[in-house]
């Protein structure tokens, strides 16, 4: 089989996590490196949270490469509200483990990567995008080895943090600009499909039982994601809790958006998505309210050149087919 090559760009992040779980199990993923990104919680933690779990599934073989530790242009704004202080909500490692970690930064490792390889590589980006902006940056010539862009975020119609805004588009507006822009093929797994893309608390009870190192994992994080327990639980919410809304969690509680693992899913099983596209998208930088709002211009009001619409929205998914995929990804390590 001829395997899809990729580097996982992440900010793990109870999502990253499982996405990585599911990454890890695919059979036609060729992960030649991972990436660290400041998102939900820090640098320092989305690094040792990516180094331990790749240990633990038995993917120690896979090099990491930190990255940035703010976005391009503004201070950092995180989601330990939602994941934790460490970003997996508490959950533990026996040890922490610095063996694959590379020296040099991502936006280096990338590049070596990419400028090596025959074939075109696929980024899947799980976090703010800052690496790649920093890659185009400094080295605009890999642009042409870069098969596309998955990239986890955008919406149309919904948002999270805010109405309109999603997570990994806010944190690094300007830095989501510079990407779009960049004449890379780009796919935006959204977080309105991601959204449906979710398990239930009923689904998810079966994974306590189904042994192995990646159900462990999953039972520890994946209950009350999103801090819908946090005050029962008495949770450690770091420095973003005051942006917690007991309210908002409750209404949320019992179905769990599977956002990054969906967006590996579009990559390793393409069948049970549809995507529509391309269309011309941009990103308010400077709202009063909107800030990081994408605006993405379905109905062509612009009516863009073909060459100028630099967008793909994967529109739909095949929620049963994903959670049974899940599962199978998760029974894989047992
Ligand atoms: O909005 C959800 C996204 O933001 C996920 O990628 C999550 O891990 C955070 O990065
Ligand atoms: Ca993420």
Same mark, same amino acid.
């Given at each position: 089989m001829?395997?899809?090559?990729?580097?996982?760009?992440?900010?793990?992040?109870?999502?990253?996590?499982?996405?990585?779980?599911?990454a890890?199990?695919?059979?036609?993923?060729?992960?030649?490196?991972?990436?660290?990104?400041?998102?939900?919680?820090?640098?320092?933690?989305?690094?040792?949270?990516?180094?331990?779990?790749l240990?633990?599934?038995?993917?120690?073989?896979?090099?990491?490469?930190?990255?940035a530790?703010?976005?391009?242009?503004?201070?950092?704004?995180?989601?330990?509200?939602?994941?934790?202080?460490?970003?997996?909500?508490?959950?533990?490692?026996?040890?922490?483990?610095?063996y694959?970690?590379?020296?040099?930064?991502?936006?280096?490792?990338?590049?070596?990567?990419?400028?090596?390889?025959?074939?075109?590589?696929?980024?899947?980006?799980?976090?703010p995008?800052?690496?790649?902006?920093?890659?185009?940056?400094?080295?605009?010539?890999?642009?042409?080895?870069?098969?596309?862009?998955?990239?986890?975020?955008?919406?149309?119609?919904?948002?999270?943090?805010?109405?309109?805004?999603?997570? *990994?588009? /806010?944190? =690094? +507006?300007?830095?989501?600009?510079? @990407?779009i822009?960049?004449g890379?093929?780009?796919? !935006?797994? $959204?977080?309105?499909?991601?959204?449906?893309?979710?398990?239930?608390?009923?689904?998810?009870e079966?994974?306590?039982?189904?042994?192995?190192?990646?159900?462990?994992?999953?039972?520890?994080?994946?209950?009350?994601?999103?801090?819908?327990?946090?005050?029962?639980?008495?949770l450690?919410?770091?420095?973003?809790?005051?942006?917690?809304?007991?309210?908002?969690?409750?209404?949320?509680?019992?179905? *769990?958006? /599977?956002? =990054? +693992?969906?967006?590996?899913?579009? @990559?390793?099983?393409?069948?049970?998505?549809?995507? !529509?596209? $391309?269309?011309?998208?941009?990103?308010?930088?400077?709202?009063?309210?909107?800030?990081?709002?994408?605006?993405?211009?379905?109905?062509?009001?612009?009516?863009?050149?073909?060459?100028?619409?630099?967008?793909?929205?994967?529109?739909?998914?095949?929620?049963?087919?994903?959670?049974?995929?899940?599962?199978?990804?998760?029974?894989?390590?047992?």
């Amino acid at each position: 089989m001829n395997k899809i090559p990729v580097i996982i760009d992440v900010d793990t992040g109870i999502d990253d996590a499982m996405a990585l779980v599911m990454a890890c199990a695919a059979d036609n993923l060729d992960i030649l490196g991972v990436t660290t990104v400041s998102g939900n919680v820090g640098l320092e933690h989305t690094t040792r949270n990516t180094l331990n779990i790749l240990d633990l599934l038995g993917r120690g073989d896979i090099p990491v490469a930190a990255g940035a530790a703010a976005p391009i242009a503004r201070k950092a704004f995180k989601a330990s509200f939602v994941h934790g202080a460490n970003g997996l909500r508490g959950y533990d490692f026996k040890e922490n483990v610095t063996y694959a970690l590379k020296k040099e930064p991502a936006w280096d490792f990338m590049r070596d990567i990419l400028m090596d390889r025959k074939e075109k590589v696929t980024i899947i980006a799980l976090g703010p995008v800052t690496n790649l902006a920093l890659l185009f940056e400094k080295y605009p010539e890999v642009k042409p080895h870069i098969e596309r862009i998955v990239f986890m975020g955008a919406s149309y119609h919904t948002g999270n943090p805010g109405p309109v805004q999603t997570f *990994n588009v /806010l944190v =690094d +507006p300007e830095g989501f600009r510079e @990407v779009i822009h960049s004449g890379v093929p780009f796919y !935006a797994v $959204p977080l309105d499909t991601t959204k449906k893309s979710y398990i239930t608390d009923e689904e998810a009870e079966p994974i306590g039982q189904m042994g192995g190192p990646a159900a462990e994992l999953v039972k520890g994080i994946l209950l009350g994601y999103g801090g819908k327990n946090a005050q029962e639980e008495n949770l450690e919410l770091g420095e973003d809790e005051e942006h917690h809304n007991p309210k908002r969690a409750a209404r949320n509680a019992g179905k *769990n958006s /599977l956002h =990054d +693992p969906a967006t590996v899913a579009f @990559v390793t099983n393409p069948e049970l998505f549809t995507v !529509a596209g $391309p269309y011309y998208c941009d990103v308010e930088c400077k709202g009063e309210l909107t800030d990081g709002w994408t605006l993405i211009d379905m109905e062509d009001w612009y009516c863009k050149d073909e060459e100028e619409k630099n967008f793909f929205f994967v529109d739909s998914v095949d929620r049963k087919g994903f959670v049974q995929l899940f599962y199978d990804a998760i029974r894989h390590f047992a």
